[in-house]
């Protein structure tokens, strides 16, 4: 028997609820890899699963949970063996397939990375998709030419998960980080992870019909979409890059037009960790352990067990979710 989170679903009044369970392992899905999970996160992509399943969960009962780290414990797949630490993100683990929200997970071997060297499986997990997406998103900006001393780098949803990270990694890495937040209350944090400078959300959430404005962004990390990506798309300075990582804020680019693009050449940037190939991921992981500061990273965490995934989960959707929950499924 093991320990899961398992959603259930009333068919007759389609509501569903979560609770902590014990089931027997054979209900786990057969797959290649059986991984004894050490450690799960919280992502918004969960809270819909937990809740709702906003349309990404297919079957009922489920077992949400899209990142987990832990330790294999058979395969028959010979790239891992008993013993091996591996992560998971993405590869809709934990919306169409059972995810890391167990004390045991069953997964295809494509879908693991091992462990890099350098990060614990907790550190791993404080991580989690919304870390990876976040050295993805500096990955492709210093692809496209972003480096130290360009001028300021903007965070946008700068106290989320991928934000937080966003910060630490940019400011270790020497840039000078603009923190984009609605949570005044925040600010110290933002400080504390390396942001040289806090921009309030009103700033940039109003709609102008202005071609373009002044240049004030070497490149910028976008969580939030919406009215905001359309002004800050505006203040980019010439050349420069916008790596879009979610929608927050709506999925339109409200206020939006084409003149950054072909006055500025400024380049919008898609970044997608969900179908990620492999080689870029052990890329990404390699540099999240060189590149983000692990004391950063540890002031982030939010401990927690299965038992309080149901009220993160609400709390998540609702944006009241603060850095990285770290998820101890065996406590």
């Known amino acids: 028997m093991i320990n899961a989170l398992v959603v259930t679903k009333d068919e007759e009044s389609g509501k569903t609820s979560a609770s902590v369970q014990a089931i027997e392992e054979s209900r786990l899905p057969e797959s290649e890899v059986l991984v004894a999970v050490e450690y799960s996160t919280v992502n918004y992509k969960d809270g819909l699963c937990i809740g709702p399943g906003g349309g990404l969960v297919r079957n009922y009962p489920h077992v949400p949970g899209i ?56 550190q791993a997990m404080a991580v989690g998709t919304a870390g990876l997406t976040s050295m993805l998103s500096v990955m492709a900006l210093e692809d496209h030419g972003l480096q130290p001393g360009h001028g300021p780098v903007l965070v946008t949803g700068a106290a989320g998960g991928v934000g937080s990270v966003a910060v ?40 102008t019909k202005k071609p373009l404005e002044g240049e004030q962004w070497a490149g910028c990390i976008d969580a939030v979409a919406g009215a ?38 400024v380049n919008l940037l898609g970044i997608d960790s969900v179908m990620q190939p492999y080689a870029n991921r052990v890329r990404a992981w390699e540099r999240i352990a060189q590149d983000l500061p692990m004391d950063k990273l540890d002031a982030m965490i939010r401990p927690a067990t299965l038992s309080d995934l149901p009220g993160l989960g609400r709390d998540i959707l609702k944006g009241q979710v603060k850095g990285r929950v770290v998820v101890d499924v065996n406590a």
């Open 67 to 122: 990142d987990f780290a832990g330790t294999v414990e058979k395969s028959s797949d010979p790239r891992y063996k008993a013993g091996d630490k591996v992560v998971l993100t993405g590869w809709r683990v934990g919306e169409a397939h059972w995810g890391g929200y167990a004390q045991k997970a069953s997964v295809r071997a494509d879908w693991l990375v091992p462990l890099p060297a350098g990060l614990s499986t907790r």
């Open 168 to 207: 630490a990694i940019l400011a270790k890495l020497g840039h000078e980080v603009a923190a984009v937040t609605g949570r005044p209350e925040t600010a110290d944090y933002l400080k504390s992870l390396g942001a040289s400078q806090i921009v309030a959300r009103e700033d940039l959430t109003e709609v």
């Open 228 to 265: 905001m990506l359309g002004r800050v798309l505006k203040q980019m300075k010439y050349g420069t890059s916008v790596a879009a990582v979610g929608l927050a804020g709506g999925a339109a680019i409200e206020g939006a037009l084409i003149t950054p693009f072909i006055l500025r050449g």
